[in-house]
């Protein structure tokens, strides 16, 4: 059987995805990148052809079939074949749970599925580099973490456990964009305050890192705080973390350029690193987990403190990518997954 991985969803995460997926198709050894645009949109024509441009193919149900027709996509086919003929789905919709339900556990079960974020309870945390050994698991299905998840994890993981260091508490206030650059509503006139709906950690943010980290044993304490800001540009995280013992400024510094998933950053203004990733990123998203500030850092006796940078459209995606390419190649993955190493920074 071909190798073939069908994205669900075009918005914000599903069309980088389907970008990143298609453009590296022959490195990553793929056979076909399909995806399932649901609704036909005049307004989404230039991405449906930008994404076909880039050699991904679009499917939708049967009775919008005639209407991507119309739109000048006499190529879509009906998606019931799609799932027949791909072994990784990649649910990118905040409706992965509902979908599970509806449609995919109907499917042959030996194949791959992948949901995003939003989708607590859709399968075992996987964040790309946190927690790779997950993918060994027997289980058909993974919640890709969403990019909160991700970058508090990477703090933890580069500041606290890589390092032997016993964390007694991480405290982090997430501070949200209102809504995606590519959105029009939800957006907030002012700094709009989360409940703190969780009596153990808070919010949901730090209740999914302890999550993941118990499913290797690791029972970490943890808590969060949210609130969302009147920007676009994207999620801001302030962490402070108590350990054990005392720790030094320099060695701090050291951990986050031994980081292989953190960038470091002089800027101090989300606009100067989304910018960044306008320009440098791919689809103008920076791919790695957290982008810390490192002038923020500050160290006093045994607690840490700082801020880092959530590229929220972004930090995800090699996850989704990393699961489809275990899926398929389970010996030399990691090798495969080097071709992104061209849009990981250092230092930025
Ligand atoms: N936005 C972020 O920064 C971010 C970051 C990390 C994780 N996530 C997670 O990614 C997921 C998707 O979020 P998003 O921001 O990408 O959403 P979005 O921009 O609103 O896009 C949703 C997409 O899903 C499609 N869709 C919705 N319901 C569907 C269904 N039942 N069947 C098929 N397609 C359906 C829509 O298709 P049509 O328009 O064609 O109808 C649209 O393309 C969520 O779980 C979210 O938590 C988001």
Redesign the pocket.
């Known amino acids: 059987m071909s190798k073939n991985v069908l994205v ?7 069309e980088p995805l389907i970008g990143l997926l298609a453009d590296h198709k022959d490195s990553l050894g793929l056979d076909n990148v399909i995806f ?4 036909p ?1 005049s307004d989404e024509r230039g991405k449906v052809e930008s994404l076909i441009r880039k050699g991904a193919k679009i499917v939708s149900t049967s009775d919008a079939l005639s209407e991507f027709h119309q739109l000048g996509f006499n190529e879509t086919s009906d998606v019931e074949q799609a799932y027949a003929d791909s072994d990784v789905i990649i649910d ?5 749970n ?2 599970w339900d509806n449609v995919y556990s109907s499917l042959d079960q030996n194949k791959r599925f992948m ?5 607590h309870g859709f399968g075992s945390f996987f964040a790309w580099g946190i927690n790779n050994e997950i993918l060994k698991e027997e289980s058909n299905k993974f919640l890709i973490a ?2 909160n998840t991700h970058n508090i994890a990477s703090i933890v993981k580069s500041f606290a456990l890589d390092e032997e260091r016993e964390l007694v508490e991480g405290k982090f206030v997430c501070l949200r964009r209102a809504n ?1 650059v ?1 959105q029009n509503d939800s957006f907030s006139p002012s700094p709009t305050i989360t409940k703190h709906s969780n009596q153990e950690f808070g919010t949901h943010h730090a209740r999914d890192v302890h999550e993941l980290f118990a499913q290797e044993g690791k029972k970490l304490n943890l808590f969060s705080s949210a609130i969302k800001l009147p920007t676009q540009y994207m999620h801001t995280l302030w962490f402070s973390l108590t350990f054990k013992d005392v720790v030094q400024h320099e060695e701090i510094m050291e951990n986050l350029d031994n980081s292989e998933f953190l960038m470091a950053t002089e800027k101090m203004s989300s606009n100067k690193v989304f910018s960044f990733g306008r320009d440098h990123g791919y689809h103008g998203r920076l791919l790695s987990h957290g982008v810390v500030a490192e002038q923020s850092l500050h160290v006093k006796e045994n607690t840490l403190t700082g801020y880092c940078f959530t590229p ?2 972004g930090n ?1 995606l090699l996850s989704s990518v990393a699961g489809t390419v275990q899926h398929y190649y389970k010996d030399d993955w990691k090798e495969k997954m080097e071709i992104f190493n061209r849009y990981i920074f250092k230092n930025i």
């Open positions: 669900i969803g075009t918005g914000t995460i599903g399932f645009k649901r609704t949109l990118c919709t905040p409706s992965g509902d979908n949901a995003q974020g939003s989708e969403s990019c995606d590519s929220q459209d995800a």
